[in-house]
Every structure is written in C-alpha cells, then in structure tokens.
C-alpha cells in the first residue's frame, strides 16, 4: 500500500476495525470510481507480481495512463459544475440539519474551471512514486534513456515527474513529446483521435441507461431531505466523481461517506462507467482491437528484439491518455467478458437492467490514475518443468495476467515462439488500421514507429526543478 493510501482513508480503516468470527465487511468507494479512482492496485486475478521460479525480467514496456488530475473537462462541464453552481444558489437550505449532507454548509468547492486537466500534487507523487517501484522491480535493468509521452500537459508533467523518480543525476532521461494530432493515424500515442470510425461520446447512450435506473432511488432519496434542491440522476452522478476528484484534491472528500451513498450504490456508479467503457473503447466497439494493435505490435517487437538493436532499452515507459489502454488490451484478448471459450453476443455480458458483477471488464481495475499495462520478456532459467529461454508475460497495475491460450511457460507466461504466433494472430484480427478506421489519407501511418524511428530524436532532458513546475 503506497503511504498515501493511508492518510485518504482513516474513516474507511475504522469503520472496518471491528473483527469477529465473521469477517468484516469492508468497502472502499475509491476503488470502484472508474476513470477517477486515485492509483490503486487491485491485484485482480490476485495472482503474485512477483516473476515465476527462475525467470528474472530483461526488458520491459510500459504504458501508463497521465496521473491524477484536478478534472476532467467533460466531467467538469457535465456534471461538477452544473451540480456546484445548484449548490451555491440553493442558499436557503439549511443543510446542517440533515446528517447525511450536513457538511454541505460549510464544505466548498475543491475545482474550477482554471484547474481543468492539470495534474494534482498527488498526481505527481504517484508518477514519481511509479519510477521508485519500477527500479525496486527490475534491479537488473539499465534506467531508460527515454520516456515517451503523448502532448497534452498532464501527459507530459507525469512523464516528468517519473523522470525526476528515475533519475539519480540531473538531465539524463530524455522525454520525447508526440503531438496528439488528428492526422498521424496509427503512429502516436492517442490513435483514437486520428480515428473517424471512433467517437468520443459512444456509450454514453447505454451507460445512461443504467444510471437512470440505480440513480432513481437515490434521487427520491436525497430530495425528501432537501425538496427544493430537486437532485437529478446528473446531480447523484457528479457527487459521486467528486468523492474521487476530491480525494486526488484535498486527500480526502465527504462526498465518499457510505452513510450518504451505500456501498450497493457505488458499485451501480462503477458499472454505469464500466457500460461506457465497453462500448467506448472496450469489446463493445468493433474499432478498439484497430486502435489499440499498434502498440501491442511495437511494444511485443520491441521486446523480442535482438539485444543489440540500435538504442535498445532495457525499459519503456509511455504516457498516454485512459482511452488507450483499454484498446490495447482488447487488441491483446485480456479483460474479455467472453473468455474463457465464452459463445454467443459478447455485449449481452453487460446488461442494461442488471449488474453482472462477474464480468472481467472493470475500469475501475484497468485505468485510475496512472493506470498502467506492462508486458515483460523475462528470462528463465531452472524454471522446474519449462525449457530454459525467453519467456512473456503482461501485468496490468502490477497484477499478471494470462493471454488467453499463450500459456507455455512458467507462471503466466508464455514462450517466445507462442507470443510470436499470439501476436500474429492478433495482428490478422485488427490490422489495417486506416482502412477500419475510415482515415481518408492514404498516406497516414499504418503503425507505430516511435520508439524506432531515428527521426523521432532524443527528446528534450528533464532536469530536477522540472517535477513541481
Ligand atoms: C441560479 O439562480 C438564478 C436566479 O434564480 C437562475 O437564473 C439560475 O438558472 C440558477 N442556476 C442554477 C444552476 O440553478
Ligand atoms: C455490440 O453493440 C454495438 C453497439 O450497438 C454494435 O456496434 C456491436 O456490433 C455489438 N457487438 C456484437 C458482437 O454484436
Ligand atoms: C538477450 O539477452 C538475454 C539475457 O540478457 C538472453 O536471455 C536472450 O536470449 C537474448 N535474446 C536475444 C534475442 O539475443
Ligand atoms: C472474446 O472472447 C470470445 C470467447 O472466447 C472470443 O470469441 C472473442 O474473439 C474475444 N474477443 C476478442 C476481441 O479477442
Ligand atoms: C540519440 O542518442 C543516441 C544514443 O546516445 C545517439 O546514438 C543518437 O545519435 C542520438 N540521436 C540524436 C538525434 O541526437
């Protein structure tokens, strides 16, 4: 548990202190907030981190989504403005006679619209917390000499604030920028947004659907204690992502007090972003594998290449933004719904009128803050019962996960010969990147060529002051 963690939540960690026979019962709203869940590791399968028998890491690729930041500026615009401007003309409730909203009185608000999209200084303790853990993790590995990062500010200060982490001796690492750009088709960071066949507002149409559905009571709820404030789904929505805006904010927030929203109702607030997910960017969209393949594609060849490739890394980290990673995995088969061998429609695993609190695909587990998928080749040797050699497996927030069917080695990973063939056939799945997406150029890029592409220079040296700037 990362030191933080602890001063967020004493009121959850009391609550939880009363042991029986039974085991208590424990809920922490901050893991089931989707996209505004602070850094956490849900350890989901809770399979050990830990490399298998005899395999030690040797190369490493990264991609993390930017840390935390103050807001969103959709979720602002949406939700947390309309909800903070209701709350400041209603001045004629007395809000401190009623327990469950009482701090309403004297609470303000944590954002505004200058804030939009910066990251929080916890944000960059966690990105700077990132680098710390990955060089506990791989002590055998050389530090990088670069580190990738889409160009958005946040994107940028993360990838900084790792650097600062890695960095033992001032302007070592170099960060290189890649512009978030409408017209790079597959080679950059954000492919989504040089994708016309994707849209950024898909899903929206059915996870409302499931939040008019958990949000009614709710709303009948919070409007026989305070009528004239007239709560919508909208309202019940922005007050719940403020429980983790704030929390990345201030540390902690009232607004995840389990007295004013159940535990039940938490896990609905994180199956309607799960439903958005799915459609969005998830095994819903027939264009997520097409976006999210050439990274996989460059990340597997950059670690099944030969150990002397020009201005080979040991380690690569890059950072992006939480609709990339989901892509990627469904373009490596992991966080399927339908899997194992699963038949039939795969968007019946998520209904619209019920939680299936079985399914794989959570967000919460896949992008908080900082989010990260890692894919390691390790080598193994004495690995009792397995050949010795290159093996590979991937991580998603430090939990190993199998590829499904790729599994001929130690632990969950997989030999070089079989990650090969998953990787081709992956590639046959979701090739033809301008084509699927509908890119009118014929020229754009088909891959990925930035950790490769001698062009693409040594970026820009971080130095020290760069981490709070
Ligand atoms: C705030 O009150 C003013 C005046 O009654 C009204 O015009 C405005 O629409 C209200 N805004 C919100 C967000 O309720
Ligand atoms: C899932 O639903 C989406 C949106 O309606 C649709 O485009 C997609 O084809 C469906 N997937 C399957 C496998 O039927
Ligand atoms: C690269 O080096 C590792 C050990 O450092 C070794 O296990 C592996 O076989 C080498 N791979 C290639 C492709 O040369
Ligand atoms: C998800 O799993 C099902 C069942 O195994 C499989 O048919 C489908 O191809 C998988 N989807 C992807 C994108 O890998
Ligand atoms: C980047 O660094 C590598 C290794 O230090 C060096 O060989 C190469 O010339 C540099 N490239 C540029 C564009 O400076």
Request: proline content about 7%; aromatic content about 12%; charged content about 20%.
């Amino acid at each position: 548990m990362s030191p933080f963690r602890l001063v967020l939540l004493p009121v959850f960690h009391l609550l939880t202190s009363i042991a029986g026979f039974t085991t208590a019962y424990r809920f922490d709203p901050l893991e089931h907030l989707g996209g505004v869940a602070p850094y956490f590791e849900p350890h989901d399968p809770p399979v050990s981190s830990a490399p298998p028998q005899g395999c030690t890491p040797v190369r490493a690729a990264y991609l993390s989504r930017h840390a935390a930041i103050y807001i969103n500026d959709f979720d602002y615009e949406e939700y947390i403005q309309p909800f903070i401007a209701k709350w400041q003309n209603h001045t004629a409730i007395d809000w401190s006679k009623i327990p469950s909203l009482s701090f309403l009185a004297r609470w303000t608000a944590p954002v505004s619209e200058a804030e939009e999209e910066l990251l929080t200084r916890m944000g960059k303790l966690e990105a700077t917390e990132l680098a710390i853990s990955l060089s506990f993790r791989y002590p055998g590995l050389k530090m990088p000499q670069r580190v990738w990062a889409s160009s958005a500010e946040r994107t940028v200060k993360s990838a900084q604030a790792l650097i600062r982490g890695f960095e033992l001796e001032e302007n070592t690492i170099g960060l290189v920028v890649i512009e978030e750009s409408k017209t790079t088709g597959a080679n950059s960071l954000t492919p989504y947004k040089s994708c016309p066949a994707y849209s950024p507002s898909t899903g929206s149409k059915q996870s409302s659907v499931f939040l008019k559905r958990f949000a009614k009571p709710i709303v009948a709820r919070l409007n026989a204690l305070a009528p004239s404030f007239d709560f919508t789904a909208d309202d019940v929505y922005g007050m719940m992502e403020l429980c983790g805006y704030e929390s990345v904010i201030r540390g902690s927030s009232p607004f995840c007090n389990l007295d004013l929203f159940s535990p039940d109702e938490w896990l609905a607030w994180e199956y309607t972003a799960d439903i958005m997910y799915h459609y969005n960017t998830g095994y819903g969209s027939s264009v997520s594998g097409v976006i999210g393949l050439p990274w996989f594609k460059a990340a597997a060849d950059l670690l099944m290449g030969s150990n002397d490739s020009t201005n080979a890394q040991d380690l690569y980290v890059s950072f992006t933004h939480r609709e990339l990673t989901p892509t990627v995995l469904v373009a490596m088969g992991l966080f399927n719904n339908s899997e194992p061998g699963g038949a039939g429609c795969v968007n019946k695993t998520m209904p619209l009128d019920q939680i299936n609190h079985r399914r794989a695909w959570k967000s919460s587990h896949i992008m908080p803050f900082m989010g990260n998928l890692a894919i390691e080749r390790l080598a193994c040797t004495g690995s009792y019962g397995f050949p010795d050699g290159d093996y590979y497996r991937a991580l998603v927030n430090n939990a190993p996960q199998q590829l499904p069917g790729c599994r001929d080695g130690p632990g969950t990973s997989c030999s070089h010969s079989s990650f090969d063939a998953y990787l081709q056939d992956r590639v046959s799945m979701f090739s033809g990147f301008s084509d699927k997406c509908g890119v009118a150029d014929d020229d754009a890029p088909e891959v990925l060529t930035i950790y490769t592409d001698p062009a693409v220079g040594n970026g820009t040296l971080v130095g020290k002051r760069s981490i709070w700037e």
